[in-house]
Structure formats: structure tokens, C-alpha cells
């Protein structure tokens, strides 16, 4: 297990991402427990990107309940359909939001929150999860960002 990450400073996200993700696969390399790495990943990206807020939600008793985290104090539940997250699990598909202002239902956990992306946790065919990324700057996600942190969560080990 890697015990610090080496952050790169380019300016160019692929860049930033080609280096983090094979260190986020040795921190998570050996490790089963389902919590522990999803505390790690939040936590080397939001060390990597300096991003607002970073981390999982889990689907418990059909609503998103607040996961493992890096960031300020955050909503604890969602609704299926609702806001960003809930749309996401609702739809199993990555939304790309570059202003949250803009999007129907947007549930403001915090108002320094500009843009955000969410990408689904699926598991044996069904939504178990959303990763959610939230930046104070508009428009800070894009393609990129959606394929690279697609392939952070298929790092991630659902059935340990």
C-alpha cells in the first residue's frame, strides 16, 4: 500500500490523472474493505485535484446515504430523482453539471458549489453508489473527467 501520494502539478488534467490512478490502484490493491477504499479514493483526489468536495454516496433503503468523504459537512440523505446524485442514480449515467444553478432540483448542500460531475457505482447491473465531485469554479469538469474518474471506479472492489 502506497502511504503518500506523489501530486502532480502539470496543468494538464489527463497528466494529473495518468499518474494518480496507478497509485490509487496500489492504495486500494489488498484491501477489502469496501469503506476504507472509498475513504482513500475520495481522499487522493481531492489531494490531487484540490477539488471543493469529493466523495460517495450508498444506496440503503432506496436513498443515497452519505459515504466516505473529503470536503465540508454535506446533505446526509437524497432521494432517488433528486438533485445531481439522485438524477444520476436514477438514470445510471454520468451527468456532467457545469453550472448547479442551472440544473432542475439542484439540492445546495453548499452555495460555494458551482459545477459539479456524478458518475454511478454499478454492481452486477444496478446503481449501488454515486461517485459525487463538486468545484467552487464553473464549468471545472468536462469528458476528461468523466473518463479518467470512470476508470478510478473500476479499481474499486463492490463485492469485498
Request: hydrophobic share 45%; with cysteine.
Amino acid at each position: 500500500m502506497a502511504e503518500d501520494l506523489k501530486i502532480t502539478t502539470s496543468e494538464n488534467k489527463e497528466e494529473q490523472y495518468r499518474s494518480l490512478i496507478p497509485q490509487i490502484e496500489a492504495l486500494l490493491f489488498g484491501e477489502t474493505d469496501l469503506i476504507a477504499n472509498l475513504a482513500n479514493v475520495a481522499a487522493a483526489l481531492k489531494e490531487q485535484f484540490k477539488w471543493f468536495w469529493v466523495g460517495f454516496y450508498l444506496v440503503k433503503n432506496d436513498q443515497l446515504v452519505l459515504g466516505p468523504f473529503q470536503g465540508p459537512v454535506a446533505c446526509t440523505r437524497i432521494a432517488k430523482e433528486k438533485g445531481v446524485c439522485g438524477t444520476s442514480w436514477a438514470k445510471a449515467e454520468t451527468l456532467i453539471v457545469p453550472d448547479v444553478e442551472a440544473f432542475p432540483g439542484h439540492i445546495a448542500c453548499s452555495s460555494l458549489s458551482r459545477s459539479e460531475i456524478v458518475l454511478p457505482l454499478i454492481y452486477e447491473g444496478a446503481v449501488i453508489g454515486v461517485l459525487d465531485v463538486d468545484s467552487e469554479e464553473l464549468s471545472a469538469f468536462n469528458e476528461t473527467d468523466a473518463k479518467y474518474l470512470q476508470e478510478v471506479i473500476n479499481l474499486i472492489k463492490f463485492n469485498a
